[in-house]
């Protein structure tokens, strides 16, 4: 069995026992969430998509992490132009619970 849920504006393919890292989701770790937001879901060789789904998604956050550092350089040659950015992204570990 598996579904496809929306969470804070992407789209996961996700099964029971799954763990993903979503775009920072509020709440701290051990707490509960609850995504009714699925797009599709499979049970049992049979799909459900649209109006039709009727599927909750139960999770529960592991941690927050960060990704990797990401570089934006800009550089006009000849002109003494240089601009050194970076950023990294928060990302919310968790782990799926169940999918009913």
Known sequence: MFAVV?????QFRVQKDQT??????EGNAG???EFSDVLLSSADGKFAAGKDVKSV?????????????????KMN?????RKKHGHRTH????KVTDIA
Do not use: C, M, N, W
């Not at 929306?6 to 992407?10: D, L």
């Not at 040659?77 to 132009?81: D, M, P």
């Open 31 to 33: 707490d509960q969430l």
């Open 57 to 73: 998604v139960k999770a529960e956050i592991l941690g927050h992490v960060q990704g990797d550092k990401v570089i934006s350089f």
């Open 91 to 94: 990302y919310t570990k968790i």
């Open 6 to 10: 929306q969470i804070a504006g992407s």
């Open 20 to 25: 993903l890292y979503v775009p920072r989701v």
């Open 77 to 81: 040659r000849r002109k003494g132009f």
